[in-house]
């Protein structure tokens, strides 16, 4: 229950959004590739609930130790780059922020992956979502910024 309400609280930074930078996000030009936009929200619905049963069952595998600690720490790193990844980008107005955030959450789910392996296997396939959209998300911010190159 606790892991799911930190996943919870975290995700609702998501929501630390000015009119005026969604404004200035609704403007942008999208790869034409993207009709998919409007799954986005369930998409990383699933990709966050994955992440937190994935927390959940490392959390079980030791309790209370060291090394599960150290796993919780960067499974919130994560979530919190990943949550901070839009605000930043509308806040600041830049899709290399974006890009770059994105590129650090692809990083950090690889490493805690890697990391997470020897403790519970299980734990590690529920990572997979974000590391197959961690991915797509990037690309496609990295690809608005040749179609906006002002809202680089």
Known sequence: MIIA????LVALGGFAIRPRDLKWGA???RPRWLVFE??????????????????????????GST??????????????ITTAYIP??????????????????????I???????????????LLIPYLLWSPIGTLTTRQMIDLNPDAA
């Open 5 to 8: 309400a930190v996943t919870f």
């Open 38 to 63: 409007p799954a986005i929200p369930l998409i990383w619905t699933v990709v966050f609930t994955c992440g937190a049963i994935s927390a959940n069952q490392v959390w079980s595998h030791d309790p």
């Open 88 to 109: 930043a980008t509308l806040r600041t107005r830049s899709l290399a922020i974006g890009t770059i955030l994105g590129a650090i959450g692809l990083l950090t789910g």
């Open 111 to 125: 490493g805690l992956a890697i990391a997470v392996w020897p403790t519970a296997h299980s734990a590690t396939w």
């Open 67 to 80: 090394k599960t600690w150290l796993l919780m720490t960067i499974y919130l790193l994560l979530e919190v």
């Open 27 to 29: 403007k942008l030009d």
